[in-house]
Structures are given as C-alpha cells and as structure tokens.
C-alpha cells in the first residue's frame, strides 16, 4: 500500500485495568504504520492510570464518568485520523486488522467497512456470529472470503433489520460522520452511528468473513455481560424505540413496515420477561402499550401465541391476583 492515511484508535475504558493491556497491546502490535492509539478512561477508580504508565507511546485521556458514548466522543474529538476506529477495552484485534480495513475502505473509497470476529461463549470456546445473525444471512449467501460490498439500500434494510457491526469491528471515514455516538442510547450507541450515516446520503460500505479479531466476554460487557431481560429492555426496547423515532421520518413505507415490526416483537417479549420475571401484570402493561400502539395487528397476534405456548389459565391467575 503506498498511501498509508492515518487512522485514530479510540479505546474507551472504564473499570478494565485486567483487560485493558491486551487491547492496548493488539493496537500496537499492528502491522499497519500509521497510528495513534488514544485511551480514554471513564472515570475509573481502579489502577488504570498507574497501567497506563507503561505505556507512553498511548495519548491517555481520563474524564469523569459518562458512559461509553461519551468516552469515544471525547477520543472522536482529540484525534486527528482521516480514518476512525474504537476499540472495545475487553477485546483484541488481529495483526493484520487496520491494515485489512484500511485497503478495503480506500481500494473503493467506502464510508465504512467492519469485519467478522470470533465470539468468545465464556465457556471456553469461540463461534462465528455472523453465522447467527438471520437479518444477515441473505448477505452471506454470494459473499465470499474478501471484501463484499454493500450499496445504499443494502445498508438501509440490513441495518434497520438489526446491527451486524459492533464498534470494534468498525473503521468509519471521518468525513462521512455526521454525527457523535448517542450518549442518550443504553448499549446501541456504534448503531446509531452507522444509521445517521446511511440515512444521511447514498453511502457504500464493505464486509469481510474473515474473523480480524476477538470479542471476549467477562460478565461486565455493556452487551454481552446482561441477561437477556436487560438486552431486551436497554438494546431492543430503549435504544430501538428512541433510534425509531429518530429516523421514522425518513423510511419509505417498507423500512418503516419492518421496523415497527422488529419493535413491537421486542416489547412484545420485553412483556412478558417481565410478567415472568415479577409474576405480576402491572409491570408489564407499558411494553404491551407500546406494542399495540406500534402495530395493534401483530401485537394481538404474539400476545395469543405466548398466552397459548405459557397457558392461558396461568396467564389469567397472575392477571386476578394483580388487580384484585
């Protein structure tokens, strides 16, 4: 590669003096020249900035606590990259992960790229998470083991399907960001991104199956480390219904179809975790509010098949005993 551009590594961090190393070490260990490495510490109470001591080629940023968003706002706006990445503290990219991103973005002048990783379960073992992803599936069909690019409406349905790119899988062109990552979102903040920038313009973007790096999990990971009741309330409840509000405006008919139906799932479920989870109906009238609200039709029609699948007299019981 004979233009080698300059791509900024933002590596938020809070609390991860034990894993913050490894990342900071993966991101020095690339093979690709021309770096910065910036840290920015969220406010920790651990030994993180005695760690950071070793570490003197790293511009290290220590604010109050305010979040992951916050965190790559702050390393966003002190970097001086033509290229942006943000490197999660708990994960490790491969060797080859910036030079990688950096051909594939300016071989076709793309807005952004991200590429597959492996998952660690936290048993252990690893698994291929694009595999898994459904809403992603019917891109993996034709694509093959280099770079598969993706047009406009490619990026509109996928992404409004679901999010295939979490941050450390991400380089972002700087000058196709139009906005910060959403400190008001929960977990779905590198979502967000990622749709102001596709509903911003006609933007081009690129994928790889090749695992370029490793999510590791350690039971405090913003998403990987909830339980499935938190997911489903902060990531597919919160976060889905404030982006849905965000963008509604600007989806045609179809997109606005298939997201309203991804939400009124999702409060659906949310619901019924709850009435599960409190053994009492009150707590679970607002999403189910919400889901009738959203779409009356589908939600009716998820609302009889749990009540068939958990039983109906059970249902009802838990209903008398709330209310009476």
């Known amino acids: 590669m004979v233009n080698y551009p300059r791509v900024s590594v933002i590596i938020p961090t809070y609390n991860r003096v034990t894993k913050v190393g490894k990342a900071i070490e993966s991101a020095l260990g690339q093979t690709y020249p021309n770096k910065e490495i910036i840290v920015v510490d969220d406010g ?40 942006i990445t943000s490197l999660d503290s708990d994960d490790v990219w491969n060797e080859d992960f910036l030079s990688s991103c950096v051909e594939a973005i300016e071989k076709d002048n793309l807005d952004f790229v991200f590429a597959n990783w492996s998952q660690d379960t936290g048993k252990g073992d690893y698994y291929d998470p694009f595999s898994t992803y459904n809403f992603f599936k019917p891109y993996l069909q034709n694509a093959n083991d280099d770079w598969n690019i993706l047009v406009n409406e490619d990026l509109r349905t996928l992404y409004i399907s679901g999010c295939p790119s979490p941050s450390s899988s991400l380089m972002i062109r700087r000058s196709s960001i139009v906005s910060e990552w959403n400190n008001i979102l929960k977990i779905a903040d590198d979502w967000c991104i990622i749709m102001d920038i596709i509903f911003s313009k006609e933007c081009r973007a690129a994928f790889t199956k090749k695992k370029l790096w490793i999510k590791n999990i350690d039971g405090t990971n913003i998403h990987d480390g909830r339980n499935e009741n938190e997911l489903l309330k902060y990531l597919y409840v919160h976060d889905m219904e404030i982006m849905y509000n965000r963008y509604k405006k600007g989806l045609i008919r179809r997109e606005k179809r298939t997201y309203k139906e991804s939400l009124t799932y999702y409060l659906t479920m949310y619901a019924f975790q709850q009435l599960s989870i409190d053994k009492s109906f009150k707590n679970c009238l607002q999403p189910f509010k919400k889901a009738f609200i959203t779409n009356p039709k589908q939600a009716l029609s998820l609302l009889l098949i749990e009540l068939k699948g958990r039983g109906q007299k059970r249902i009802v019981r838990l209903m008398s005993s709330t209310f009476s």
């Open 44 to 83: 920790s109470s651990d030994a993180t900035d005695i760690l950071m001591k070793n570490y003197p080629a790293v511009r290290y940023i220590i604010q109050d606590h305010g979040g992951q968003a916050a965190a790559r706002n702050n390393g966003l706006k002190n970097s001086t990259g033509e290229l």
